[in-house]
């Protein structure tokens, strides 16, 4: 979506610094952290929400989920949180579906 923020990072319209990068997605450090690390888990592919998710999606997701336990494992976090918010009443201000990955360790 040309219109879409993390699909300009996705793609490097927007210059970001990747800390991790697949197939999948790319993970960068949120702008704004609510935590010592706070890390923002991108799909390349444009979906809006999870409310948009349909089932052909599984896949893409399960990866997503994949990349958070690889790119936790590179920055050496025993433990982190995971959070996804979902439509602009669940706080999704971004739509382009994202991961918070947020711990309370340092990286
Ligand atoms: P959400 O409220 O779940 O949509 O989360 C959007 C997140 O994107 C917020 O935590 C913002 O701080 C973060 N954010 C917005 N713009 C940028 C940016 N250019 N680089 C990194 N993080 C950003």
């Given at each position: 979506?040309?219109?879409c923020?993390f699909c300009k990072?996705?793609?490097?319209d927007?210059n970001?610094?990747?800390v991790y990068?697949?197939d999948?997605?790319?993970v960068f450090?949120d702008?704004?952290?609510k935590d010592?690390?706070?890390?923002?888990?991108?799909?390349k592919?444009?979906?809006?929400?999870?409310?948009d998710?349909e089932?052909g999606?599984c896949?893409?997701?399960?990866?997503?989920?994949?990349?958070?336990?690889?790119?936790a494992?590179?920055?050496?976090?025993?433990?982190?949180?995971?959070?996804?918010n979902?439509g602009?009443?669940?706080g999704?201000?971004?739509?382009?579906?994202?991961i918070h990955?947020l711990?309370?360790?340092?990286s």
């Amino acid at each position: 979506m040309s219109d879409c923020l993390f699909c300009k990072i996705c793609s490097g319209d927007v210059n970001t610094d990747f800390v991790y990068e697949d197939d999948v997605c790319v993970v960068f450090r949120d702008i704004n952290p609510k935590d010592k690390t706070h890390l923002l888990v991108v799909p390349k592919e444009h979906i809006a929400s999870i409310a948009d998710i349909e089932s052909g999606h599984c896949e893409l997701l399960g990866g997503l989920l994949h990349s958070c336990k690889v790119v936790a494992g590179k920055l050496g976090l025993s433990g982190y949180k995971l959070q996804i918010n979902v439509g602009k009443d669940g706080g999704q201000e971004i739509f382009h579906l994202h991961i918070h990955l947020l711990s309370k360790f340092d990286s």
